[in-house]
T-cell receptor, first 116, second 114 residues
C-alpha cells in the first residue's frame, strides 16, 4: 500500500508565477489535510478537505491560496502570484477518519517551494 | 488562542538512557493528543495517540502519559539508540468535533550519542 504521495518534491517559481502542489492520499483515505512549515517554524494547519468538499479552510491565507480535492485525481494546493514569503515546505496528510472516530494522520514527503 | 509548548532546546543523551520530552498546552481541553517523529527533509511520522481518558500508553520502547489537569503530556523513549535521533512533535486536534485540524508544537530535537 503506497503512502501519501506528493509532487513535485521541489518547486522553484519566480515571484508572480503560480505554484501547483499535488497530493495523492493513501488508498482508502478520503480525508486530506494541508500544512505549511516555514523555516525554523512549526507545522501550521492550512485546510482540511474531503472529496469535492472543503471542510475547514481557516488556516488558509485569504488571498492567492486555494485548494481542491476532486472526485477523481489528486488534491491540489494552488498558490497564485507567489511571493518570497511563500517559500516553505508544504505537507499533505491523509486520514482514514470515518464519522466521529479519530485516526492518526499519514504525511507525505512534502513539496519544498522556493520563490526567487 | 490555543498554544502548545515543547522544550525548545535540543535534548542530548547517551545511548541506552531514557529520553523524556515534554509537551504543555494552554487554553484548550483536547479529547486526544498525538506524537509524531520528523527527520530532516521528511514528513512527520505518526508514533502514538493518547485519549483524554487514558493516563498512559505504550508501544515497544515508547511511552506517553497524558495529564489533563496539568495540561501536559510526557513522551519517553527507553533504551534510546542513535537511530532515535530526530525531532519529536506533539499535536492537538483543535477542530470542532475532532475534525483532525491539528496544531503542532515547535518540536524537540533529540540527539542520542553512541
Amino acid at each position: 500500500n503506497a503512502g501519501v504521495m506528493q509532487n513535485p518534491r521541489h518547486l522553484v517559481r519566480r515571484r508572480g508565477q503560480e505554484a501547483r502542489l499535488r497530493c495523492s492520499p493513501m488508498k482508502g483515505h478520503s480525508h486530506v489535510y494541508w500544512y505549511r512549515q516555514l523555516p525554523e517554524e512549526g507545522l501550521k494547519f492550512m485546510v482540511y478537505l474531503q472529496k469535492e468538499n472543503i471542510i475547514d479552510e481557516s488556516g488558509m491565507p485569504k488571498e492567492r491560496f486555494s485548494a481542491e480535492f476532486p472526485k477523481e485525481g489528486p488534491s491540489i494546493l494552488r498558490i497564485q502570484q507567489v511571493v518570497r514569503g511563500d517559500s516553505a515546505a508544504y505537507f499533505c496528510a491523509s486520514s482514514p477518519r470515518q464519522g466521529a472516530t479519530v485516526y492518526e494522520q499519514y504525511f507525505g514527503p512534502g513539496t519544498r517551494l522556493t520563490v526567487t | 488562542s490555543q498554544k502548545i509548548e515543547q522544550n525548545s532546546e535540543a535534548l542530548n543523551i547517551q545511548e541506552g538512557k531514557t529520553a523524556t520530552l515534554t509537551c504543555n498546552y494552554t487554553n484548550y481541553s483536547p479529547a486526544y493528543l498525538q506524537w509524531y517523529r520528523q527527520d530532516p527533509g521528511r514528513g512527520p511520522v505518526f508514533l502514538l495517540l493518547i485519549r483524554e481518558n487514558e493516563k498512559e500508553k505504550r508501544k515497544e520502547r515508547l511511552k506517553v502519559t497524558f495529564d489533563t489537569t496539568l495540561k501536559q503530556s510526557l513522551f519517553h523513549i527507553t533504551a534510546s539508540q542513535p537511530a532515535d535521533s530526530a525531532t519529536y512533535l506533539c499535536a492537538l486536534d483543535i477542530g470542532s468535533s475532532n475534525t483532525g485540524k491539528l496544531i503542532f508544537g515547535q518540536g524537540t530535537t533529540l540527539q542520542v550519542k553512541p
